[in-house]
């Protein structure tokens, strides 16, 4: 069959894509575009009415992302993507309010918003793309980055502790936690129908080859170079103290499901405050008559 | 004044010929290089461009309107540029990436198998600087000397001998392929038979998205 | 649920006014972040919202606050959050991020003194630049300056109308002496309040496009969940609102931008007059210097000058046209302002040199002695 | 180019009978779907596509089992399998 | 160490050479966040300063960038941070705390198009008049624009220089062309090259009062640890530096902060004049577009036009008082911005209705056609 | 003796505050002048040379506590005191420095610099005084404010989960975390000699009444009421597990010093790090030669 | 027009004073009231107050300039208002609390033990209540109709009732108080003897810090 | 007003003889320095200062033990106690 002959050729994923904005910016082997497809992947699976799910990105290779799923998206600014969800959901409870974005933009610039947001255990599923750098700006140091790792800003390699998300989501009160590789699409795709299936604060981290800024720089190869690091040392230990789920630069990366529990949401906690104090005038708020 | 485009894709080292271009002429030629890029992030492995204009004064405008050098080491790039090139332009190409369409009657075609002679030294990563010695060799508005000097600091150390060689590959095979040029001019020594095509509208492009 | 709108005649701040006046207008997301002297606004929301199906949340930042609001905009909800200077600064970024996206929000600043931390509890009227020019980028907006709590009440709702109306960010420019002083509110029946809401799009989902205008240059906008999967985006955009890195994409998007506004200054700009008639000293004002403004106004029409007051009510767009008209016929402009002049630097640019604008310097912190004021009227009627 | 030949979540592969279809021109030619085939049942070709890459055709089309790895590890969107009719 | 000045001949980026300035002007702590097109301001800075002694740290937003900065000049070193449009709109709060507390240090902003995100690869002059006003409040800084590489690192020399002089946050306002081209840039001998510190306090550490003004209006600065035990507030503050919640104070604060840069002008204002002996039309221009407009002076001189330009360096202080002398006796002015007219509103203004300002509208992604400055050079002459 | 006699009254800690500008602004019974009082001590204590100790308050009530003691010190912007801190310790090594301010500016607005410095373990000591609300605007709900508290923008009670700032503190990396209330004024001072002593991130918590908005809204009486739920409530628990100190409204509040470690700071990590890649031309920053 | 000033300490509920009286005269006299408010974070225990100007006609200029009724709760207060009490101004204080100085000639003083009739009554928290009840009296800006109307929504429901009487022993106690005084008056009948102090510098008062 | 006697960390206290001073006008009457004193040797006084409060008084100056504890708690810096002369 020769490619002209294909005429009718459709991806069944393209019906959660904007094919009129395909091919996408990323470079050759980028694993951006994996988590994407994991994520359709979910969203075909799910139960959910798709018209009531709204996808956020800040900026960044990642931040892309919001303009090629066809959901309601929106493409922020750097670091408010988890705000921006928030005024969503809230005025709205009705969606199913997915952010999808990088790590500096969610634990570097947008750390703030990311902790507050945990904290209120606000009803937002947020899968956040761990590169280990600023890949937009062209792979600089992150708040992630491993020690040692060189990166543009760290050109003598890098030297500061980098954050354990899935810890740092954890210890703010994240009702669920968990981290993959773009390897593990099935996981991936497994743990966002888990997480749009439950209530509150749920956080997906993906470690994701950025070939042409990480690995270039640190000389590790292309993304196959990268997935087989991935295959070699990731470790699954579901439940693992998230304390203990540290990654070093080319160390073991475990990988699993951390957190999976059950806590009011920012949502439900006022609704039932506010009816406990103020009573039958109070109309429960984003529930249905 | 002279004004050039190199064009290919991301990590074909486009950039870099710009710059040891512009360094060449602005440090060792004695004249004025100003190299501007198009950047954007979804230059992340599709059409990518560096561009220098060449003066013996101060360069005001920083940017080429209608180039009169075209390299292009990418099929994309090719048909992204080809058409800003002026009517009596130069095309420089590799001749395994990039395959020509009907050209306008009055531009001057250069061909070189830049990638494949890089893959012999060893590695394609040298087919930039293969180009930018054939360039020299064709275009004559830089020295190749300049150009060897503008290397340090622009490549990795370890690699210079073989980025030199490499620039020395190209620049002996274009100095060739005009002397076989003025061979054969000189042999038919014809005037070209088609009116030159209308100039374009002289507008200067506006910034494509790459 | 208890009544939205509260009629009846009430003794209220500025700032009470402006939240009520919010809730008249429909608002029902409000995020904020606390900050003297704008604090009243979310207190009263806090308290307001839950009766009327609203949601009021308290952000962790200024910039969380913002965002917030843009986001609960696309929902299809009425959104507004209230600041004061530091809180303001913060803003900047996501109000551009408003204006390029088009989305509708009021954004109340209750102005203290600056710059920086400044007198935080005294008024002032020095951000009022800071409206026009604060986020990077070139853009238009609307900001608008009340002088009592009965105008915060219904300036708000004005806000909020031209809001909607324009899908356009809209800053209510109050100040801690509007905001903080109790007077005399009047609220009507909610029937007598005009209601604006932003434009719906019609016809069929998928001929859509997100940025197509409307016959005054703005265009629909659907609320999200309603299945048009918009994508929202700050890039330059085209108008399906797709990113567009072009020259091309950017001049239509500027066009769009620029001319929904400037197209429609006649329905933006509102305006008072005060003895306008015959004046040839014109006080151009806006806020709590209106008042101080009138005082000084009535002293000099009873020594006898011509004296009168050009009020904006409207300060961005700036009522160019106007001043352009007034320039012809008048002596001077006086401008007096809690700033070393800003909107003085307006007025004076279009006035052309044909009458001088003259600011009566105050920094801040109190407002103008009326005195002060009719001294410099007296120094421009020589 | 094969360093391993397990993905690491094969255990839920219901096996069935599948299509494979590759839409060339989007590749980019990562490899990753050709790695990770637990069929090891796609190639390089050597054909060059519209952006010059080579896209991955299938060696042994009856062996797909129609467990959509490849379909979800391409970043490209570039390849899917369906049951087999 | 290697030596903090690169003398020869290089060929960089404006960025680069900003870096270059930077550290030749004596610029030892850096602390910034990534962005387009300043990131290889700060990817320079982090493989330089360790060479000689300085400290390079991304911080976690521009926020912090700003603040590192501040506190790290109260140690009586030189500092700086480079960022573009959004990152400057998030550092306009603690612009506001720099200036008010007097401390030196240099903004770079290599401006791209906004609004929002807009075109972030591509380059603009949106952000003037945000540099001017996009703090809450009054107050007065400096702006000064290069248009190469080689004013970048010039400019950046200048930028440190008047920052210490005058203890105040000096912005570099290039742009992405400016940052991103690559052209030979000259650093001449260490010796060559004019360097300014601040003033610092001499006499008894007990009387030292922070805000004592010099001679020229600005107060000698103490680095921190040497026993001075300054306090440092945002507050408006005595002389002592104590806050002081008083309109007296606040006019106090606001007539240093307002007098030093507006009784040295013309130590601070650079301006550069090209062909203006006889000229009627004039071009008045800054950082790239300074470029396209002289490519447009030459053009019109050769058709007999009396064209010439005049080139803002320091584009705040608006160098008001040339501009008026010249709109006395040219016909016009003609002001080409990658922006929709932000400096031509200021010399809009300062014209007086004299000679009119015509804009050369561009909304910024590409510079302009030398063609359309040109056309409305002939249509200005007309 | 009448106090006219008094003449030559001088209190030993007036040599570390800025006498002239008392009195200061807190309320009758604010407990922010005693952990000032505490400060003080441990200054007196300290061995350091008192010119090189640098403060650094945000804004707020606690936020003006810059202005009352006599050091170099700051009164920043609301949130930003712990990134103008990291510059001045970037920048003069020498410097001991110290962020004094509240717990709104601290993990409010100024939540992201709080986690990144923690992370990079930055030498310097953040004394946080937590009154459970934002007082200087007038008594709003924070992200300390305990579960059903009431606040002015809580008026009908706060629904939203609170941090725990030790855990945060600790799970960022902090190398000293410490919580006391203002009642326990030996330890909080010893807790600010030990860290003083040490280097790397320090987090001291000092819950601390606010009896004009807090207590008073909350009817909880007066500051001496407060000090006595202090007392009746407090349990020491030191090396106590951080994820298990949360504090309730008017519940137990466990205090202790919780973590003490030794771990490189920024600089120190920086100056391993760039002698081992640039080898001898670096020279150590920060490092007396 | 009356400008009138509220003056104490931070929880004496001297803003209170000045709202109910706004509101009082605004909502139920029918005429326009202005309430301002000092406000500071040192507003904090220390000396603070409330103004409000009244008119027939739409107050413009917010502030009082020089008012002509001070009522002072707290040492403090007073001596910080009491130099801009105008010539012939009225000062009402609370006599347990305030001790007052040699007076300028044409200043009315008439005090009050309100802390006093406010603990007798359960509860020195009422004592502002039982000022502004005999401010009423005094003054006569104000009708005390419009006062307790303007109660509600101003002090807590279950103590409304507590409130009033509070205000009515305060007014009652003015009341009373005048009429002795024009007893007195009528009996003495002399002008004042020394002449009235010179004016001060009529500029407004700058916000002091507070 | 005495709502319990022992402050929590008296155990480091050393026992000599203490002088107290109160400087009256800056007190703010909170009490926390006669609550806590751990000899109970502080009351408040009849006497207003200068800002309305009572500041405190000793009851029993001998019994001052210099233990610090009024200094450090008084959020005024109104109370201090030196060694007995
Ligand atoms: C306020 C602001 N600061 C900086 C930037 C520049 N910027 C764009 S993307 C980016 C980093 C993106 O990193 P990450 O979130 O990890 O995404 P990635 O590109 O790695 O997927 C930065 C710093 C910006 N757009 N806005
Ligand atoms: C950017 C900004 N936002 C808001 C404010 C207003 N503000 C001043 S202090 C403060 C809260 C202080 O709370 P906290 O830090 O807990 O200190 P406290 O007063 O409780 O001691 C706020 C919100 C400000 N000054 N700047
Ligand atoms: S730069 Fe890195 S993260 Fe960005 S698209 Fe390329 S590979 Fe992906
Ligand atoms: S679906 Fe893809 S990965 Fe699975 S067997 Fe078929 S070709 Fe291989
Ligand atoms: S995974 Fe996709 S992009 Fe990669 S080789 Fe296979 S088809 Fe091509
Ligand atoms: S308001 Fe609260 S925290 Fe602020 S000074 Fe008063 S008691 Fe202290
Ligand atoms: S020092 Fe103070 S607390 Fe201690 S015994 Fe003496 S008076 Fe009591
Ligand atoms: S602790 Fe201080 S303020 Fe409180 S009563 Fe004692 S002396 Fe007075
Ligand atoms: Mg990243
Ligand atoms: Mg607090």
């Not at chain 2, 250069?110 to 054939?134: D, H, K, Q």
């Amino acid at each position: 069959m020769k490619p002209e002959e294909r005429v009718e050729e459709r991806n069944p994923i393209e019906d959660f894509l904007r094919m009129d904005r395909i091919p996408h910016i990323w470079c050759p082997g980028c694993g951006i575009g994996t988590v994407v497809t994991s994520f359709a992947e979910a969203m075909k699976k799910s139960e959910l009415d798709l018209d009531k799910v709204a996808v956020v990105s800040g900026i960044g290779c990642t931040g892309r992302v919001a303009g090629y799923v066809k959901f309601d998206s929106f493409h922020t600014t750097h670091g408010r993507a988890i705000p921006f969800a928030t005024g969503l959901k809230l005025a709205n409870p009705e969606l199913k309010v997915v952010v999808f974005s990088g790590d500096g933009d969610i634990a570097g610039i947008g750390g703030n918003h990311f902790i507050h947001a945990a904290r209120r255990n606000m009803d937002i599923l947020v899968i956040c793309v761990n590169n280990f750098n600023y890949a937009m700006t062209g792979g600089q140091v992150a708040a992630t980055t491993p020690l040692t790792a060189n990166l543009s800003t760290a050109p003598f390699g890098n030297f500061e502790y980098p954050f354990n998300l899935a810890y740092l989501a954890d210890a703010c009160g994240a009702t669920y936690v968990a981290r993959w590789t773009s390897l593990h699409i099935r996981r991936v795709t497994k743990s966002i129908q888990e997480a749009l299936a439950k209530r509150g604060f749920s956080f997906i981290e993906v470690i994701t080859p950025c070939v042409t800024l990480y690995a270039r720089r640190n000389r590790l190869g292309d993304g196959l170079n990268l997935l087989k690091y991935y295959y070699d040392k990731s470790e699954m230990k579901h439940g693992a103290d998230t304390r203990t789920v540290d990654i070093d630069f080319q160390g073991k990366i475990i990988v699993g499901k951390f957190v999976d529990k059950d806590k009011p949401t920012f949502l439900e906690c006022m609704n039932t405050h506010l009816q406990k104090t103020l009573g039958d005038k109070y109309v429960p708020y984003g529930v249905k008559p | 004044m002279n004004e050039i485009r190199f064009s290919g894709y991301g990590g074909q080292g486009i950039i870099r010929c710009g710059l040891i271009t512009g360094k060449a002429v602005s440090l060792f030629d004695n004249k004025f290089g100003t190299m501007t890029q198009s950047f954007g992030p979804e230059a992340r492995g599709s059409a990518c461009s560096s561009q220098v204009v060449i003066s013996e004064d101060r360069v005001l405008y920083p940017y080429i309107t209608r180039p009169e050098i075209l390299v292009s080491m990418s099929q994309d790039a090719y048909e992204k540029y080809e058409p800003e090139l002026r009517a009596d332009g130069i095309l420089i190409y590799d001749t395994d990436l990039v395959r020509l369409k009907p050209l306008r009657a009055q531009i001057k075609v250069y061909g070189v198998p830049s990638t494949r002679f890089a893959e012999e030294m060893g590695n394609r990563i040298f087919a930039n600087l293969v180009m930018l010695g054939f360039f020299t060799g064709i275009s004559q508005v830089v020295s190749a000397e300049a150009m060897k000097k503008a290397l340090p600091g622009l490549v990795p150390k370890r690699f210079l001998e073989l980025n030199i060689r490499a620039f020395e590959k190209g620049y002996d095979y274009g100095i060739e392929l005009l002397a076989k040029e003025k061979q054969e001019a000189q042999k038919e020594a014809k005037p070209p038979e088609k009116p030159p095509l209308p100039e374009a509208k002289k507008t200067p492009p506006r910034k494509a998205k790459q | 649920m208890k009544p939205a709108v509260r009629t009846g005649s009430h003794y209220i701040t500025g700032d009470v006014a402006c939240a009520e006046g919010a809730i008249a207008a429909g608002c029902r997301f409000f995020g904020a972040y606390p900050i003297t002297p704008a604090t009243e606004v979310a207190e009263h929301m806090a308290e307001r919202l839950p009766d009327v199906g609203g949601t009021f949340i308290q952000m962790e930042d200024e910039i969380a606050a913002i965002a917030s609001i843009l986001g609960a905009s696309w929902t299809g909800v009425k959104t507004m959050t209230a600041t004061s200077g530091p809180g303001f600064s913060l803003m900047m970024e996501n109000l551009g991020l408003g204006v390029c996206t088009e989305t509708p929000c009021v954004i109340v600043n209750v102005q203290r003194t600056g710059p920086s931390t400044g007198l935080p509890t005294q008024t002032g009227q020095g951000d009022m630049m800071q409206a026009r020019w604060g986020s990077h980028g070139d853009y238009e907006l609307i900001a608008i300056a009340p002088s009592s709590p009965q105008d915060c009440f219904y300036h708000t709702i004005l806000a909020f109308n031209l809001s909607e109306k324009y899908r356009v960010p809209v800053l209510v420019m109050a100040d801690e002496i509007v905001g903080h002083m109790s007077e005399k509110v009047v609220i009507p029946d909610a029937k007598e309040i005009t209601l604006v809401s932003r434009p719906k799009p019609k016809g069929r989902k998928d001929r859509f496009r997100l940025y197509e205008p409307g016959p005054n240059g703005v265009a629909p906008m659907p609320a999200i969940g309603e299945g048009y999967n918009v994508h929202v985006t700050g890039l330059t955009h085209d108008e399906r609102g797709y990113p567009s890195m072009t020259v091309e994409a950017q001049e239509q998007m500027m066009a769009r931008l620029k001319g929904k506004i400037r197209n429609n200054l006649d329905d933006i700009i509102h305006t008072e007059e005060y003895l306008m008639e015959d004046a040839d000293i014109v006080i151009v004002s806006y806020g709590i210097s209106v008042r101080t403004g009138l005082t000084a106004v009535d002293e000099a029409r009873k020594l006898g000058y011509k004296a009168g007051l050009f009020r904006l009510i409207t300060v961005w767009p700036f009522p160019e046209g106007r001043i352009k008209a007034l320039a012809k016929k008048v002596k001077a402009f006086v401008v007096p302002e809690l700033n070393l002049g800003q909107i003085r630097r307006e007025v004076e640019r279009c006035a052309f040199g044909r009458a001088p604008a003259i600011g009566v310097p105050h920094c801040g912190g109190w407002v103008h002695d009326p005195d002060d004021i009719l001294k410099t009227i007296k120094e421009a009627a020589r | 180019m094969a360093f391993w030949r397990q993905p690491l979540d094969t255990q839920e592969i219901r096996i069935t009978k599948g299509l494979v279809t590759i839409i060339e021109d989007r590749c980019k030619g990562c490899g990753y779907c050709i790695e990770f085939c637990p069929m090891h049942m796609l190639v390089f070709s050597d054909r060059f596509n519209k952006k010059g890459y080579h896209p991955p055709k299938t060696s042994k089309p009856d062996d797909c089992v129609n467990c959509h790895y490849c379909e979800i590890i391409c970043p490209e969107f570039a390849i899917y399998s369906v049951v087999a009719p």
